[in-house]
C-alpha cells in the first residue's frame, strides 16, 4: 500500500525557499576576498589564459570597482592584489596597475545599472565554439540557469581596451545576463559577484557539453517551461550563492592564501 502524499510541485518549491532561506548562509567576505575567490574558481575550472580575462565588482562608492592587479593570472590572485580603482582606471587602493580592458565594463555598468559584477574570461570549449560562429544550446538541466538569459555577439570588434568596443559589447548583451562574443570568449553581467562566476562557470560548461554531445548525434531541444522551471532553481540567490560557496571552499582548501 502507498502512503505517499501526492502535493504539487509548486508546494515543494516553496518549501525549498523556505529552507534555502534559513539554512543557506556563507561567510562574510570582503569585496576584495570575493574577487580574489571568483578568479580562483574560474581558473580552477579551466578559464585561465594567460592574462586574458577581467574579474570586477563595483565598490561602495559610486564610480568605482574591484578588480585583479593587471599582470596577474587568475590563479595568482588573492585579497591583498585586488586593486580598487575609478572609470578612470586610476587605482584608489592596492598596489599596482588597473586592467587596461577593465574599460570596456565600465560601459557595462553605466548602462546597466543594477549590474554590480562582470566576469569575462577566455576558457577553451566556449571560445572555440565563438570561433565558429555557434551560439550555445542549452539543453541540460544544470546549463539551463542561462537558458533566454545568454546573447551572442556575432562579430568581433577587436581588443576591447577602447569605449567603442565597450559600446558594442554593452549593446550586444542586451538585457541579458550573458554573452558569446565572436572570436572572443565569455561574458557574465550579474547583480552580484556569485552570480557573474556561476553563470561564467556554466557557460564553458554549456559550451563543453555541446561539442560532447554533437560529437555523438544531435541535441535535442528541452521544452520551455522545463527550462524555465530549472532556471528558476539553479539560477535563484541563494541556490547561486551556494553552488560559488561550495567552489570556494575547494579553492580555500588548495591555496588557502587566496583570503590574505
Known sequence: MNDMTVR???????????????????????PAQRVALS???LDAD???SALAGQITLRG???GTYWGLSFGLGL???KASNILLFDNDLNVLEGEGMANPANRFHMWIYQERPQVNSIVHTHPPHASALSMIAEPLTLSHMDTCVLYENCAYLPEWPGVPIGDEEGRIISEGLGDKEAILLAHH???TACKTMEAATILGFYMERAAKLQMMARAVGSIKAVKREHALEARG???SPKYISATFNFLAREVIRNSPEVLN
Open 75 to 77: 590563479n595568482e590572485a
Open 185 to 187: 570568449g565569455v561574458l
Open 233 to 235: 532553481y539553479r539560477g
Open 8 to 30: 504539487p510541485k509548486s508546494e515543494y518549491h516553496e518549501k525549498m525557499k523556505s529552507d534555502m532561506e534559513k539554512f543557506l548562509r556563507g561567510p562574510d567576505w570582503t
Open 46 to 48: 579551466g578559464h585561465e
Open 60 to 62: 561602495e562608492k559610486p
Open 39 to 41: 578568479c580562483r574558481i
